[in-house]
């Protein structure tokens, strides 16, 4: 092994930060690919960083000291952890881009409801039927999910004048109304779910569950693409419950990115109920990407670094993925 | 001539809610063409009613007792009162869509911020370099022209934690800080001009005045297009001064709309400038679509009826254009 550390999944403005945060005496190497893109045999580091479109071999666990994912979910990395039984130390990235998420989701709601799309298609004939959008101000936001991610876009919300609600399973903020999600539901004109996803809510937004939206909502993913599946979210649209649909995040994501990348479009599964589900009129679909503000990432290549370093001195993450 | 009053520039949804709105007693002709475009030798109503982009005929002022304006902007129908001379009553609607206004110089200036159409167009490869944007929250926002649309365009900027600041010869919001145009540019993350256009204030954001702006900087422009010429907001993206243009409206923008509509780009002059500003990538071009929402649009036609029934029972319009 020739490197400290080898960072996957590192696309170039983080790696330029990274590059830019690591101390001298520490070697790294670099790709923007994940492990499976890379094609390598071993790790090329006792320490890697990932993060959430690599899936990590069974055969490397003996050979990693660490994993460092770079994301604020870490539950791919407790997965590999449970199935390998490995006494391998594993930390992630709270809260380094919290605001830059949320402001993706609202542009993605924003954008629905103007109808940004068709209005830059009806441009080249300067032809404005069909464009009648909703103004956010005086509608319903629900935020499921009121974490770090979801407290902001609470607070985005309220910026612009919305009625906002909070469904989550700890009512932990004090400035937020709560409301069940049976409540929720019929009341929103625009849901945003920002669920961190656990063994339990896998699948939450259904057909089921989210058919009880009114006509015409718009539907923001921008947590997992688990939460919601994607031949559900297909049958919402096109029954008219759901108006639009902003997508960071897509179910079957980690095939969906590599097909994508290599140019072969994944033929059934999950993975082509997204792309299917993407390449719809009034789908706004973006790749993985609500994280990627120059603020966040200038936050999350220091902190990365910082929880390598601390690794490397005391043997643990600041940050410990949760067993 | 056949009805009492004759709507140009009216597309699918407006005309659906005018009629919902229009008395019984009163007759009324629709088509969403422009005067010229719709090859009308005379009008076809005493009283007609346009947008902005119809070219009112010197040979119609004789037939013409009324002219309705359905736009917050009037500056057109004083220059044909004016250059006619003729005593025609003319009227505009006020207040009517200074939200739905302000929403989109805010879709924009986010859209570009975050690099949208360039994530959607990278989504098929799933692909992330080059797709860093940038953060509402903790930036400057220069809001030039704080009228009704400007002051709204304030209250949303702040609501997204953004600095703002604002521009306007009547410094009269208590609530807002003002600063002058030197000190504004070279501060802004972001300019949004909403100003009117008068007889003086053509071509302000000409190279000259907006290349004091920060290299970065955003520009939205959603009040006139005749404020920022094409040819200056081409230079100063072309040379990084602008990293991004938001445009709703043309300069040039009846004879590119007409050219556009017919299927016949304009050979040269500011349609062709702007025509030539909207094709380039860091633009997004919508077609002068910020006032359509569906509450707008209920308001507007609410209005403008109003508006009608005041001027045939009183002969005088609520809003009358001054002159």
Redo the contacts between chains.
């Keep these: 092994m020739s490197d400290d550390v080898y960072f996957y999944e590192a696309?170039?403005?983080e790696t330029e930060a990274l590059r830019r945060h690591l101390p001298d005496e520490l070697s790294a190497g670099f790709t923007?690919r994940t492990i499976q893109e890379s094609g390598h045999d071993g790790p090329l580091a006792r320490i890697i960083s990932t993060r959430t479109q690599s899936a990590f071999p069974g055969a490397w666990a003996d050979r990693l000291d660490a994993i460092l994912t770079r994301s604020t979910g870490y539950d791919h990395v407790r997965d590999y952890l449970r199935r390998t039984g490995r006494d391998i130390a594993a930390g992630y990235l709270p809260l380094y881009c919290s605001?830059?998420v949320a402001?993706?989701a609202?542009?993605l709601w924003?954008?629905l409801l103007?109808k940004?799309?068709r209005?830059?298609d009806?441009?080249?004939?300067?032809?404005?039927?069909?464009?009648?959008?909703?103004?956010?101000?005086?509608r319903t936001l629900l935020v499921v999910g009121v974490g770090n991610i979801g407290h902001e876009v609470v607070?985005?919300g309220?910026?612009?004048?919305m009625n906002v609600l909070g469904v989550d399973i700890d009512p932990g903020h004090a400035d937020v109304d709560y409301v069940s999600i049976e409540e929720g539901l019929p009341a929103a004109d625009v849901i945003v779910c920002a669920m961190n996803l656990t063994d339990e809510n896998a699948g939450y937004f259904d057909r089921r569950r989210l058919g009880a939206a009114r006509p015409g909502t718009i539907f923001v993913n921008i947590a997992r693409g688990e939460l919601a599946p994607a031949a559900d979210l297909l049958e919402l649209l096109d029954s008219g419950r759901l108006a639009g649909v902003g997508l960071d995040v897509y179910e079957g994501e980690n095939e969906?990115?590599v097909s994508?990348?290599s140019?072969v479009a994944p033929a059934d599964g999950p993975a082509a109920a997204s792309l299917e589900l993407?390449a719809r009129p009034n789908v706004?679909?973006?790749?993985?990407?609500a994280f990627?503000?120059?603020?966040?990432?200038e936050r999350k290549a220091r902190r990365s670094v910082e929880s390598i370093v601390e690794f490397i001195r005391t043997g643990a993450f600041p940050s410990p993925v949760p067993l």
């Design positions: 696309f170039e403005e923007w605001r830059a402001e993706q609202m542009l924003t954008a103007r940004l799309p209005q830059v009806q441009f080249p004939r300067f032809e404005r039927d069909g464009l009648t959008g909703r103004e956010c101000r005086g607070r985005i309220r910026g612009l004048e969906l990115a994508l990348r140019g993407a706004i679909a973006t790749p993985h990407n990627n503000t120059a603020e966040a990432i």
